[in-house]
């Protein structure tokens, strides 16, 4: 698939990216060529293939040991808001 000037203009836009007209190729063609190859990657089989944890086989992720670090302080910050219920801190509503 390759993606046209007017693809990427709205890609720019939604993106709130200033693109300017010399860079405006660079983008085209190198964002056309990352879709197409994620849509080659798409159609590669993959029914019979196991997820892996790790690419390598007898790896393994090293993982730290799930502890606290910190102590819980909400109670000494909730103590200096303007405002708070329930143990969160009340805003004002601004969509009404």
Not at 71 to 80: A, F, G, L, P
Request: charged content about 20%.
């Amino acid at each position: 698939m390759s993606l046209t000037r007017h693809d990427v203009e709205k890609i720019a836009h939604l993106a709130r990216l200033s693109i300017t007209e010399q860079e405006m190729p660079v983008y085209v063609s190198s964002l056309s060529s990352i879709v197409s190859f994620v849509d080659e990657l798409s159609r590669a089989e993959t029914a019979g293939v196991q997820p892996m944890a790790h690419p390598l086989e007898g790896q393994h992720q090293r993982l730290r040991p799930d502890v606290p670090t910190e102590s819980d302080h909400h109670e000494k910050y909730q103590v200096i808001a303007p405002a708070v219920a329930a143990g969160l801190y009340v805003v004002p509503r601004v969509i009404e």
